[in-house]
């Protein structure tokens, strides 16, 4: 009995010296390895709490640059100074989706507007897609500014960039700008090949994310899409968001929902959680979490009046997943009224087409 006490106090021992043998590049590259490949904060977090050694290193500027986008995916209701430091000293380190994720959290939920901004811009100088994208929406919409600071050329230029790197929102976004000749020279035929490119970049993405991506799993699709189809669409038969979208429907193919990007999800939870000025309204697209920073800041849907996006890809993902089985056109009368109402606050010019018109969502 007490040798083998004995010899497991010098295995324990032996352990320690090992570990401590090591030296502190090896450690540091397996950090590297674990914050790249965190899925949650807490994964990362307990690194610091594991030994002392373990705290010093882990804050080494090279294991701070190599965090991914879900190590920053901070609940909005656990948002403390502390977490607001260790996102900072991820941005000195130079990591990315740090300064993304930090830009956006200061631009819309702290109204550090400069600030905010400036942390994208430098994301983007490093050619972060979701960067260029979110400068692009806050050009396209004058955010943070008034309606004279839009700068649809800037957006174009910004979603050019962001779609050249695949980012299909931008991609779409540009789209619809060649289409309809907004902020750049119009070229429908353009705008055109753009919007199913987008929509076939989408569909791609999707098959990758969906496992195993086999034939027969494509035909159960198809098939469940088609009894979805038939069926009368009262009560339950409704569509959650959740459940798997029709997003290319298009293509006879019922997929799963995009990833929402862990900032998207914080600001959707920040404000969520909180009492905003009532005049501002948050984009209705429910992966996006984008608040309005000034009245009539968005676009509204054209047939029904009532839902409100901060760009078209917002409109595109949400028409396709929800709202065309929601919408409902407004009579003319009630139409009128509600620009007449818009216009004395000065954003009547607001009001989004909806793709494809009503009960359709061709691209
Ligand atoms: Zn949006
Ligand atoms: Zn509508």
Partial sequence: MFERKKRTRTCSHERSDLFDSLPDDIVISILCKLSSSSR???????????????????LNPLVLSKAGSETFAIRAKNWSENSHR???QCVVAGNIEASYTLGMIRFYCLQNRGSGASLMAK??????APSLYSLAVIQFNGSGGSKTDKDLRAGVALCARAAYLGHVDALRELGHCLQDGYGARKNVTQGRRLLI?????????????AAPPSLHHLVTWQLQNHQQRNRPLTGNNNRSPDSGCPLLSDFGCNLPSREVHPANRFLAEWFG???????????????CGR????????RRCSACGTVNYCSRGCQAQDWKVRHKLECTPMAMDQWVE??????QDGGGDRIAEVEGGVGGASE
């Fill in 197 to 209: 490119q987008a929509n076939a970049r989408e569909f791609a993405s999707s098959l990758r994310a």
């Fill in 86 to 88: 260790f996102l900072k």
């Fill in 273 to 287: 959680a909180r009492e905003s000025d009532p005049g501002l309204r948050m984009c209705s697209h429910s992966g």
């Fill in 123 to 128: 994301a983007a100088i490093r050619s972060h």
């Fill in 338 to 343: 509600a620009v007449d109402g818009e216009d």
């Fill in 40 to 58: 949650s904060p807490s994964d990362f977090i307990t690194i610091f709490l594991t030994c002392k050694r373990l705290n010093q290193l882990g």
């Fill in 291 to 298: 608040p309005e920073t000034r009245r009539n800041e968005f």
